[in-house]
């Protein structure tokens, strides 16, 4: 037998054990990265025991550690001639079964511990969805927040000539995440066309009229609701009537909402990282309408919602005190503890479904299991959205524009897979764990590919 990196290997729970603590100390204060691993390694070990190849290969160990990292000074002036210094990254983690693929974070918490652990999600996330994708992550600690669109322009095209060596169609293709979305991709794509004199789908998440795909801004949260509606479909039940809480009010909630709203679920509470507003009568697509815009093209903040229509705003308070038989936590990492978890619980939730990339803490996990919580894990419920990225790519490729319903329908398909895989790796007892389910699914496909590929 192969000499692990990591000490004791004479039964899972030694190695998980030594394991963690090994990775914890290669890795030193990168807790969201631990942390990730710890929740796929906790499915994914028992699994290895009963099939060696992986384990003696080392395969967790070497997809724990990422290809490579970059990290770079990005220097831009603002709208008033001051000079600012923003660190820029990519984590390429793993192009086993294609090219780097996942998305760009601006945010002033961008750390490489958060950008560790979104890229070491991506890989089975990826997987998933049956697409030939790696994965990366990036982005940079500058905040976009109150910034001009010249200031925006400028950080983006700065940001893109250092990444643009290191990106290509075949080799990396970032999307947006937190604080991107179609404007600063927008800036980025023409930057790279300008310092490459090349029109290639680089990037995802495009305008429509420049290699863009249908639906690409709506496949995340979307693929959220369809993923939830095949769980319920699966026990005989459905989202239709159900009392919803989402939390955030970006991009995935913002279209989680719309289609929870179309299957004709009720959706209560939303929120910002200014707290949450709960309409007691429900958001419907008239008031969504008017959300999207706030938050989408006027950049306001979710309090204003109550100036329009009657809701309460509870300032500095995540939503999950609010009684919900779905919740959907779509803002970001760590939103949901153990106490948010149990007030989730007390109140009678059914389903929780991670929009957000690892939203729950490992704590609130184990308190949705241990109360037979049905529970759709971010890397396959939020997986729609590289998904349709995924389709872009091929749409350019071949030059071709599918239609909306095209598009939807392959979201749809793809969705229905994720949830049968996780089906078919998770069975447990009468039970399904989709967390289980999603990991060792998403795990099989990547390690089958470094396994072909011998020591490398
Ligand atoms: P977004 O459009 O930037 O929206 C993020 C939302 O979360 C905003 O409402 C924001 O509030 C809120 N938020 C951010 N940080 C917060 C904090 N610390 N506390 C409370 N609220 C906070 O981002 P997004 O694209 O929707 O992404 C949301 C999550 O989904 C992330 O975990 C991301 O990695 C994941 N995800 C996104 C996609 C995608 O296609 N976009 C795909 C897969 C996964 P403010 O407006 O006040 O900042």
């Not at 974070?105 to 049956?130: A, C, Y």
């Amino acid at each position: 037998m192969a000499k692990h990196l990591y000490g004791d290997y004479s039964t899972p729970e030694k190695f998980l054990e030594s394991f963690m603590a090994g990775l914890e100390k290669r890795n030193p204060g990168e807790l969201e990265f631990h942390q990730a691993v710890k929740e796929v390694a906790e499915s994914v070990v028992p699994y290895m025991f009963n099939h060696k190849k992986y384990f003696d290969a080392l395969i967790l160990e070497r997809m724990t550690e990422p290809d490579r990292t970059i990290t770079f000074r990005v220097c831009w002036e603002d709208d008033l001639g001051n000079v600012h210094v923003n660190r820029g990254y990519r984590v390429q983690f793993n192009n086993a079964i294609g090219p780097y693929k996942g998305g760009l974070r601006f945010d002033p918490s961008v750390n490489l511990s958060i950008l560790k652990f979104l890229g070491f999600e991506q890989q089975f996330k990826n997987s998933l969805t049956t697409l030939p994708m790696g994965a990366g992550k990036g982005g940079s600690d500058f905040n976009p927040k109150g910034k001009s669109d010249r200031e925006i322009m400028r950080f983006c095209q700065a940001y893109m000539t250092e990444l643009s060596k290191h990106i290509g169609e075949n080799l990396d293709v970032p999307a947006g995440d937190i604080g991107v979305g179609a404007r600063e991709i927008s800036y980025m794509f023409g930057q790279y066309k300008r310092l490459n004199d090349n029109f290639v789908g680089v990037l995802t998440g495009k305008g429509i009229s420049f290699g863009g795909s249908l639906i690409r801004t709506e496949a995340t949260g979307y693929g959220v609701v369809y993923f939830t509606e095949n769980m319920l479909n699966h026990i005989g039940d459905s989202v239709k009537g159900k009392r919803c809480v989402i939390s955030g009010s970006g991009n995935v909630a913002l279209y989680a909402a719309k289609k929870i709203i179309e299957l004709g679920g009720q959706v209560l509470a939303m929120s910002d990282s200014g707290g949450y507003i709960y309409d007691e009568a429900g958001i419907d697509n008239q008031k969504l309408e008017y959300l999207i815009d706030l938050k989408t093209t006027r950049r306001g903040r979710i309090e204003e919602y109550c100036a329009e229509y009657d809701a309460k705003f509870v300032a500095n308070k995540r939503p999950w005190a609010v009684p919900c038989d779905l919740a959907f936590p779509c803002a970001t990492q760590n939103e949901l503890s153990f106490d948010d978890a149990t007030d989730l619980v007390n109140n009678g939730v059914m389903l929780v479904a991670e929009g957000a990339n690892m939203p729950s803490t490992i704590e609130a996990v184990h308190h949705f299991k241990a109360n037979n919580i049905l529970f759709a894990p971010a890397k396959a419920a939020n997986a729609g959205g590289v998904a349709i990225s995924g389709l872009e790519m091929t749409q350019n490729s071949m030059r071709i524009s599918w239609t909306s319903e095209e598009v939807d329908q392959k979201l749809q398909d793809i969705m229905r897979s994720i949830h049968a895989q996780c089906v078919k790796h998770g069975q447990n007892g009468k039970n399904i764990d989709y967390l289980k389910g999603a990991n060792i699914a998403g795990f099989i496909k990547v390690a089958d590919a470094m396994l072909a590929y011998g020591v490398i």
